[in-house]
């Protein structure tokens, strides 16, 4: 009765919207640009996402077997566009309760190194 | 609609003629006013709050009120004054005082033209100055000014912002003792304070000059030129103690002051300043620990005109002069003699040749009065009664307002001759022009700061808010654009080119430089912790919750500091925090900001918190409770976020 909506992509084909439009990661985890990440990540993001749990947001647990490493910074870097326009963002943002992500005004530096944290969370 | 339009206009061009107004006119002053949704306005206005203690921001030239920022009065709305944080900004050598009359707003200059780095304003009835951050539009300074009364003529700043000033609107005994008030003549004296900015822009007393007991009213700093001195007009030269009303009026000429303050830093270099002991406090803000601390001074630096030839003249002034403002060559400064209807205009130059000849009349306590012709520039013949103030614009023209005729007159520097006039609504006190007490007005719009109301808008009971009028100065003729309530008494006002600051204006502060003692940077320190009764609540708030949300283990006669870390790092996502019972306005946190709010639990219960503040579309749910039980209860301290203790 209604057309079909928009053939869901390939998620990992998703680069999201935003300033991020090509990540190039590493054959390696960097650890040292890890742990600058974890500890970023803990100030400005577990208050709403917990590792081991669903908790206000998505945990980010195994996120770029899910997620293209664009996406995941633009969602980090410009939440309040994706959750807005971006298919994946949005059915996020109504499965989490409406509850908005934050915008934590992370640098693109600093968003790169909280994604070279997720790669270690597998 | 067309034929209608066609009628109006030509209706209106035939009353407008005479009266100026109608509906053509009218459409074009509200064309200039109008400043389309999301759009910004051209310049900021910074008005006194006068008797509500505070500071008001508005758009020009739309009238929109921006902010209100919270000064020398506690507000409820900001937590000012009431989280521990604020509360030292409001201490004194009298102890905690929640309210002053906030009289003059000054921008700081940099070459004599306003910068957008501060805005001091003056506290009069317990004196003080404050200084307001204008890249977070708060209060982070405020100095008790000590043997002084009533701090009327402050905080005008010199060129580049080295000083501001405060002279004493009322003479009291310096330094204070009890005597007898008839002892007046024999005890009394003035102060007229220079306080010094550092280099980090604190301020601090760098020296008194000790004056004659009269009234000192207002003042203005030189200007090109004149820079290095600062004009102070007196009243009540007649040194009477009551009944002002009549006896501070009797004599013809009081005076204008002039103080040459970089012949006082000679003399300070030199070690002719007496310490005076007194006691004043300094409260300084520090927006990367969001706290404030109270420095208690004991003794000031005080220079005596006798012993300190050439600091100050006094140049004979008619009618009790109210304002003193210096035109932006800085060769004139006028004298508006409040019972008068003229205003009397000095000339630098033959001021700086009068005191090079000697051209004395007297000598009052070591201070030489100048012959009045000596240094009389001239004299403006306005026809209007009352004359309190004087700006300027870009032009070389000069606006004065006249309380007791109501209007505003416009004159030519130099020539002195009267250009235009138009009427306040009503009693016209201060006047407002963009840059107009600078070296470089801006001049465009003038706003007159009325202290009359009455019918001017729709009646709220018998108190309502004063009035002020937006009037076109780029033309010939003054134009009345818009008439605007205000908050409290807007006492006078500062306008600057909005660019200059709006580029300046923080959006948050940088979680990563928070040094507040009882931060947190993240959910997983949220905790609760007790020494005796003493229990501290280290909290964080994100959209939508706060951590912890349940807290047990509190009793009875426990002392509740409950210290709340707004996690958030956006633009405008400040959480608000209130609990019920607690005998304290609510905190309101900006984004990476800590405060404090503390509670002193009176009966066991369970007590419900929020936030105060609409957040997101579940701030309805930024929710928790704190159980309190009997101080006798061996209930344990816990607390959790999303799982029962």
Known sequence: MVETAEEPEDPMANKGIGPVSEVTLGAEIDEAMAAEGKSIFETMCAACHKIDEKFIGPSPKGILKRRSPEWVMNMILNPEQMIKEDPVAKALFIEFNMSPMANQNLTEDQARKVLEYFRTLE | ?645
């Not at chain 2, 709010?597 to 936030?611: A, I, N, R, T």
């Open chain 2, 1 to 645: 609609m067309l034929t209608l339009t066609g009628l109006f206009v030509f209706s209106a061009c035939k009353n407008g003629m005479k009266q100026n107004s109608g509906i053509l006119n009218n459409q074009s002053a509200a064309q200039k006013v109008y400043v389309a949704p999301g759009e910004h306005d051209e310049y900021y206005a910074f008005f006194s709050g006068g008797f509500s203690g505070q500071v008001s921001v508005y758009g020009l030239p739309s009238g929109r009120l921006l902010k209100i920022i919270p000064v020398f009065s506690v507000d409820a709305e900001k937590g000012y004054g009431f989280n521990e944080e604020t509360k030292p900004m409001l201490n004194t050598s009298f102890g905690f005082v929640p309210w002053d009359d906030a009289h003059h707003p000054e921008l700081s200059q940099t070459n004599g033209i306003p910068d957008g780095r501060w805005l001091f304003i003056n506290g009069n009835n317990t004196p003080r100055i404050a200084k307001l951050d204008l890249s977070t539009f708060e209060t982070t300074e405020i100095i008790e000014i000590p043997n002084s009364g009533g701090n009327h003529s402050s905080p005008f700043t010199t060129e580049n912002s080295e000083y501001v000033v405060a002279g004493t609107r009322f003479s009291v005994p310096f330094p204070q003792k009890d005597v007898a008030i008839g002892s007046y003549k024999d005890n009394f004296k003035g102060a007229l304070s220079f306080i010094k900015l550092d280099e980090d822009g604190h301020m601090d007393i760098a020296f008194q000059v000790l004056v004659p007991g009269y009234d000192y009213d207002l003042a203005h700093s030189g200007k090109g030129k004149s820079h290095g001195w600062t004009f102070f007009t007196t009243y009540n030269s007649e040194q009477s103690h009551t009944l002002k009303e009549i006896n501070a009026s009797q004599n013809d000429k009081d005076f204008i002051a002039a103080v040459n303050w970089k012949k006082a830093e000679e003399y300070l270099a030199q070690g002719k300043a007496q310490d005076y002991p007194t006691e004043y406090l300094i409260n300084r803000y520090d927006e990367h620990s969001h706290t404030s601390t109270s420095i208690t001074r004991n003794s000031v630096k005080v220079l005596i005109p006798e012993e300190c030839p050439g600091l100050i003249y006094y140049l004979p002034t008619p009618k009790s002069p109210h304002g003193v403002d210096v035109d932006p060559t800085g060769e004139y400064i006028v004298g508006n003699g409040k019972l008068s209807a003229d205003l009397t205009v000095h000339s630098f130059d033959k001021m700086m040749t009068a005191i090079a000849n000697e051209a004395f009349e007297e000598t009052i306590d070591g201070i030489p009065v100048l012959k009045f012709e000596e240094v009389l520039a001239g004299t403006v013949s306005s026809g209007g009664l009352g004359p309190l103030h004087t700006e300027f614009d870009a032009d070389g023209n000069a606006y004065t307002t006249f309380f007791i005729s109501s209007e505003v007159v416009k004159w030519k520097v130099g020539s002195w001759e009267v250009l235009d006039r138009a009427p306040c609504y009503y009693s016209v006190g201060h006047l407002m022009i963009p840059g107009g007490d600078s070296k470089k007005p801006w001049g465009k719009y003038l706003v007159a700061l009325n202290k009359i109301t009455k019918d001017r808008y729709l009646p709220t009971g018998p108190e309502m808010n004063h009035s002020a009028q937006l009037y076109d100065i780029s033309g010939d003729k003054m134009e009345m654009l818009l008439d605007f309530p205000t908050v409290g008494e807007p006492h006078y006002g500062q306008g600057i080119a909005a660019d200059v600051i709006k580029n300046r204006s923080k959006k948050i502060y940088p979680l990563n430089d928070n040094t507040h003692p009882h931060n947190i940077k993240s959910e997983a320190e949220a905790r609760v912790e007790r020494d005796g009764d003493v229990v501290r609540i280290y909290m964080t708030s994100i959209r939508s919750h706060f951590a912890p949300d349940n807290i047990e283990g509190i009793k009875v006669g426990d002392k509740v500091y409950v210290h709340l870390t707004n996690l958030e790092q956006d633009w405008d996502t400040p959480h608000g925090l209130s609990i019920m019972g607690a005998r304290n306005a609510e905190l309101l946190v900006m984004p990476g900001q800590t405060e404090t709010l503390y509670w002193e639990p009176q009966k066991p219960g369970v007590y419900p918190f929020y936030c105060t503040d609409f957040c997101s579309a579940l701030h309805q749910e930024m929710q928790g409770y704190i159980r309190v039980s009997e101080a006798t209860s061996d209930i344990k301290l816990s607390w959790s976020l999303g799982e029962s203790i």
